[in-house]
C-alpha cells in the first residue's frame, strides 16, 4: 500500500505541470497575437444604415444626401452645420434664403423659379421635403457658396468639401500587387476597414502619432501608417469670386468723419454743410419703416445732397425702424416685408443719388434680433449690386432688454461695411443718477468689448461722439434728492460758462471738464462737451486703429468740435 502511494504523488505535480505549462502557453500566444501580431479581422464601416452618406474632412455626419449627379441635393440641417449657418427657412411661406456678401437667393419648397439679387431665375431641379427633411439642389449651392462634391457611385458616398477648405492628398506606398490595412484607429490592433492596393488616392485629413486619419474616394476612413503613405500635393478649394466692395475702393486706410443730421419735421438749410470743417460723411435721419408691411417714409432733400457732394461729402441716408418695438417685429418677421423695406431704401437711394444706408434701429424686442441682423444681410448684397455702403448703429454692450441684447453685434460685424457704436448715454435722461454722457474710460471699455468679445475688425467700427450734454438737476425733497436733466448741445453750454462765469474743473477720472452751479437752491451739474474731451476721444479712435468717428448730431455741435474731430485725419 504505501508503494503505491508513492507513485500517485509525481502523477499529480505532472498534471499540474502540464496544465501549468499549457496556460503560460494560452497567455503567451494570446499576448502575441493580442499585442504584438497585427488584428488580422475585417469590418466593414457603419454608415448608420445610410445609402448616401454625407463626409466632410472625413466626419460622417447625421443626415444623409438623396439623389445622384445634377440631381443631387443636400439636407437643409447639413448645410447649416457646416457651409453657413445662416441659411435660413421660414416656414409660413416655405421660404429658403440664401445670402452671401455679393449675393441673395430666394427659393420656395417644390417651385424651380427663384430669385438671385432680385432677379428672377430658373433652376433645374426644385427644393423638396423628403423623409421629414427640407432638401437644397446642389446646382446653387456650388454657384453661391463654391461648394464642390465628390460622389461615389458603387458606395452611395458624398465628400463635401467647402470654399477655402484644403486638402492634403496623398497615395498608398507600394506598387499595385501590394496591399495596405486601413484600420479603425490609430492601432495596428484595431480591425481593418479595407486593404488598399498600392497607389490608392486618398485625402488626408489628421495625424495622430505615427498614423494619418484618411479617407479613400469610396468614403471609407480610418488610419494608416505614416511610412505607408507618399505624400501629394495640398489642394484648395477657390472661393467665389467677388469685386472689392465699394467700402474698400473707397475708404481703405482713409478714416471716416461723419456727422448725423437730425432731421425732424423742417428739412435743414443745406448751407449748414459749410459748417462743417473736415466731415467727410453726413448721414441725415430721412427715412423710417413706418408699418408692419415694411413701407418706407422718406423726408430727403435733393438740394442737401448736391450740397454734400459739392463738398466732396458722401451721403449715407439712416434708415430706422421708428423706434417702434410692435411695427419692427411685424416688418422684420418674414421675407416678404423685408424685400419690401429693402427696395423702398434702394429706391429712394437711386432717386436721390446716396452714397451709403445708415441703419439705426433701436427700442426692439430681442425675439426680434435675428430678424434684425437677417434684414441686414438680406440688405447689403443688394446694397452693394448698387454701389452703396452700409452701415450698423450699435449700443454699447449691456443687459438692456430693448436697447441693447437684440443686437448680435458679431454678426453685424462681419455682414456690414462698418459699425458705428454709439458711446454715449452713459447716463441716460431719466438716470436716477447724475454722470457724464459718455466718460473716457466707459466708452474705451465699450469699444474694447466689441473688438475682443465680438471679434468687430477695428478697421469696421467707427467711434460715435456726443456733441450734447446734459445739465442735471439736483433737488432735495422731503429728504431725498430729485434728479432730472435736460440734453444741450456745446454752444448752450458755452454760453452758461460765460454768462455765469464759471470755471470749469478737469476731473482725470472720466477726462472731461466739469462745472457745478446753485440756480434758484437747486444744485446744476454739467459734464462738459468741448474740444478736450472730444481730443481725447479722437485720440482713442487713433490708439485703436479704429475706422474713424461720428458725431451726433451737427445741430449740437460749434466750429470747436469740427475742428477737434478732423484730427482723426491727421
Avoid at 475585417?42 to 444623409?64: R, S
Avoid at 456678401?101 to 432677379?119: F, I, R, S, W, Y
Avoid at 480591425?191 to 486619419?213: H, K, N, Q, V
Avoid at 454701389?387 to 454692450?397: Q, R
Wanted: charged residues 25%; neutral net charge.
Amino acid at each position: 500500500m504505501s508503494r503505491s502511494r508513492r507513485k500517485r504523488r509525481p502523477t499529480a505535480k505532472r498534471r499540474f505541470a502540464i496544465f501549468l505549462g499549457l496556460c503560460l502557453i494560452a497567455a503567451g500566444a494570446y499576448v502575441t497575437v493580442t499585442e504584438v501580431l497585427p488584428n488580422p479581422l475585417h469590418e466593414k464601416p457603419d454608415w448608420k444604415g445610410m445609402d448616401k452618406p454625407i463626409f466632410v474632412q472625413g466626419k460622417l455626419l447625421d443626415e444623409p444626401a438623396e439623389g445622384s449627379g445634377e440631381q443631387l441635393k443636400l439636407p437643409l440641417s447639413v448645410l447649416q452645420e457646416t457651409v453657413d449657418p445662416n441659411i435660413r427657412y421660414e416656414k409660413g411661406s416655405q421660404s429658403l434664403i440664401m445670402t452671401t456678401p455679393a449675393k441673395v437667393m430666394h427659393l420656395q419648397t417644390g417651385e424651380k423659379d427663384a430669385q438671385l439679387n432680385n432677379k428672377q431665375v430658373q433652376l433645374r431641379f426644385a427644393p423638396e421635403e423628403k423623409k421629414g427633411l427640407l432638401y437644397m439642389p446642389i446646382q446653387p449651392l456650388k454657384e453661391l457658396y463654391g461648394v464642390t462634391v465628390h460622389e461615389d457611385r458603387n458606395t452611395g458616398a458624398v465628400l463635401l468639401l467647402r470654399a477655402g477648405d484644403t486638402v492634403q492628398t496623398g497615395k498608398v506606398a507600394g506598387n499595385g500587387d501590394s496591399k495596405t490595412a486601413l484600420r479603425k484607429g490609430p492601432s495596428k490592433h484595431e480591425r481593418i476597414l479595407a486593404d488598399m492596393p498600392g497607389g490608392t488616392s486618398l485625402r488626408i485629413w489628421g495625424s495622430e502619432a505615427s498614423w494619418y486619419f484618411v479617407q479613400m474616394d469610396n468614403g471609407y476612413a480610418g488610419y494608416v501608417p505614416k511610412s505607408k503613405v507618399k505624400l501629394g500635393e495640398k489642394k484648395t478649394v477657390e472661393a467665389v469670386p467677388e469685386e472689392p466692395t465699394q467700402a474698400e475702393r473707397n475708404w481703405e486706410g482713409k478714416p471716416v468723419n461723419l456727422a448725423w443730421e437730425a432731421v425732424y419735421q423742417k428739412k435743414p438749410d443745406p448751407s449748414v454743410i459749410d459748417q462743417m470743417t473736415g466731415v467727410n460723411v453726413v448721414s441725415p435721419t430721412w427715412f423710417s419703416i413706418i408699418d408692419g408691411e415694411g413701407n418706407v417714409r422718406s423726408n430727403a432733400d435733393t438740394a442737401y445732397v448736391q450740397k454734400a457732394h459739392a463738398r466732396g461729402m458722401e451721403v449715407w441716408g439712416l434708415l430706422n425702424n421708428s423706434f417702434d418695438p410692435d411695427i419692427t417685429s411685424k416688418a422684420m418677421a418674414t421675407y416678404e416685408t423685408r424685400l419690401n423695406a429693402i427696395n423702398q431704401i434702394l429706391e429712394f437711394a437711386k432717386m436721390y443719388h446716396l452714397d451709403g444706408i445708415n441703419l439705426d434701429f433701436e427700442n426692439v424686442k430681442t425675439k426680434d434680433g435675428e430678424n434684425v441682423s437677417q434684414f441686414v444681410r438680406e440688405l447689403k448684397p443688394l446694397a452693394r449690386a448698387k454701389g452703396l455702403i452700409v452701415s450698423v448703429d450699435v449700443t454699447p454692450k449691456s443687459g438692456s432688454e430693448m436697447w441693447s441684447r437684440f443686437l448680435d453685434r458679431r454678426s453685424l460685424g462681419e455682414t456690414a461695411d462698418f459699425i458705428i457704436l454709439m458711446a454715449y448715454d452713459e447716463h441716460w435722461a431719466s438716470s436716477p443718477k447724475a454722470g457724464s454722457v459718455s466718460s473716457l474710460p466707459w466708452a474705451g471699455s465699450a469699444v474694447r468689448k466689441i473688438l475682443e468679445e465680438d471679434e468687430v475688425p477695428p478697421e469696421k467700427l467707427i467711434l460715435a461722439v456726443p456733441l450734447y450734454t446734459r445739465i442735471w438737476s439736483e433737488e432735495v425733497k422731503d429728504g431725498k434728492t430729485k434728479v432730472s436733466s435736460k440734453a444741450v448741445g456745446m454752444k448752450t453750454v458755452n454760453e452758461i460758462i460765460a454768462e455765469k462765469k464759471l470755471k470749469p474743473q478737469y476731473l482725470e477720472d472720466v477726462k472731461q471738464n466739469y462745472v457745478e452751479y446753485t440756480e434758484d437752491g437747486v444744485v446744476k451739474k454739467i459734464w462738459i462737451e468741448d474740444k478736450t474731451s472730444l481730443a481725447e476721444r479722437v485720440k482713442l479712435a487713433k490708439e485703436l486703429n479704429l475706422a474713424g468717428v461720428a458725431a451726433w448730431t451737427r445741430s449740437f455741435g460749434t466750429d470747436e468740435a469740427w475742428d477737434v474731430l478732423q484730427n482723426i485725419s491727421k
